[in-house]
């Protein structure tokens, strides 16, 4: 069984480019150009160059002695929390505009639901000089003004989307529509491991860095180079397929995911994808998705905006389907309890999204020998106010 990607682009059943005819070209440029950009010298030495200077990698991997204490296993923390700007999705955004410069595009697009990866696009588009719209859901815009402000001081242009509910799957087919009028001269930066073959595959890749470097760190602290688990939540699935990537293949590691069950997934307030999705076509990809049983897509609901996406990274539908992987539904309460936790064991304050797999802990029945390694997506200062508001659910 193959974990990776086809050279048709599939993830087993899942994955494939399907696209409008004008954007065909792009995809299949996009397709012809990424590997052997990202594989050339030239990029990696940049792309590293950045990832150190600016990003601030590697990033630690810290073991947690309380959390680990209170699991009765050995839990070692993979601090994407620590990157400059706040999350993993800056690995990506990076690698994606020096791929963009190197097929010689002169603009660059992106979407964004939370803001989090609109910030991202937007930080290395003020860094390399390069013209940047980032679409945004008008109801995502009312809720993440701060995201929205950063953006704009960093020289983007929000674009306010008005269709449908508002939210990041709107703002993902206004995206589509703009690069379909504009393909010669467009970059479209995707955020997370979806959309048309090849964007999956390009974000594994440059997310690959989180497991690299575990691979790396982890023998001088546990005195082998691979854990019992890797462990990290899917949105779409970046930050957990750089947590995976370089263990795919190495039945010894167990993969576990959490993806967000918002008030439960078997309820209609859920954004559960591989609970509670059926096999569809979302943004380019064939995958799971939340939707009818005539295929109209279901708004999905999570406390946590950056896991409110009603499709999921081809590469999960299949790590899933063939039992890879172990998928849980982490409900709002769950996570939120859990983000208390970590902060008053550790000191360290998670993203909403990565506490949704800290949750996780309790469901699992680990051993003292265990070695345990969980990704911390992001950092949580940008919940603030969703914590506090939520804060019953810790009590
Ligand atoms: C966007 C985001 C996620 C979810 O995206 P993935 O592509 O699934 O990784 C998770 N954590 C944080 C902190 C994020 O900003």
Redesign the pocket.
């Known amino acids: 069984m193959s974990y990776n990607i086809d050279n048709k682009g599939y993830y087993g059943e899942f994955g494939g480019a399907f696209v409008p005819e004008v954007l065909y070209k792009c995809t299949d440029e996009l397709r012809r150009a990424y590997i052997p950009i990202i594989e050339s010298e030239e990029f990696q030495s940049e792309y590293r160059a950045l990832l150190r200077d600016y990003v601030g990698r590697p990033n630690p991997l810290y073991e947690a002695k309380r959390l680990s204490e209170k699991y009765g296993a050995r839990i070692f923390l993979k601090r994407e929390d620590l990157n400059h700007t706040g999350?993993?999705?800056i690995n990506n955004a990076l690698g994606q505009i020096l791929l963009a410069k190197k097929m010689g595009k002169t603009q660059i697009i992106a979407e964004t639901g939370?803001g989090?990866?609109g910030v991202a696009t937007a930080t290395v588009c003020a860094l390399m000089n390069m013209p940047c719209t980032v679409f945004m859901g008008e109801t995502d815009i009312q809720r993440q003004m701060p995201n929205v402000e950063r953006m704009k001081m960093l020289g983007t242009r929000v674009q306010s989307v008005t269709s449908g509910n508002m939210t990041l799957k709107d703002a993902v087919n206004e995206a589509i529509r703009y690069w379909c009028c504009h393909p010669a001269d467009t970059f479209y930066i995707m955020?997370?491991?979806v959309g048309p073959h090849p964007y999956p595959d390009i974000v594994a890749r440059l997310q690959s860095i989180i497991s690299e470097e575990i691979k790396e760190q982890l023998p001088e602290k546990a005195g082998r180079d691979y854990p019992d688990y890797l462990m990290a939540?899917?949105?779409?699935?970046?930050?957990?397929i750089g947590t995976f990537y370089h263990y795919l293949d190495d039945e010894r590691v167990t993969l576990v995911a959490a993806e967000a069950g918002g008030m439960g997934w078997d309820t209609d307030k859920t954004a559960a994808t591989i609970h509670s999705g059926s096999v569809g076509i979302l943004h380019g990809s064939k995958t799971l998705v939340l939707q009818t049983p005539d295929g109209q897509v279901i708004e999905p609901y999570s406390i946590s905006a950056?896991?409110d996406y009603p499709g999921i990274g081809p590469v999960h539908a299949h790590l899933a389907q063939s039992g890879r992987a172990t998928i849980y539904s982490v409900n709002d309460d769950e996570a939120v309890r859990a983000a208390y936790e970590l902060t008053r064991l550790e000191g360290i304050i998670p993203?909403m999204?990565?506490a949704h797999i800290l949750a996780v802990l309790p469901k699992m029945n680990l051993k003292p020998s265990d070695v345990v390694v969980i990704t911390v997506?992001?950092r949580g200062d940008k919940d603030m106010l969703n914590f506090l508001n939520n804060k019953q659910y810790a009590e």
């Open positions: 999350a993993h999705k939370a989090q990866h955020g997370s491991a939540c899917v949105g779409g699935g970046s930050n957990a950056g896991l993203a999204e990565s997506s992001g």
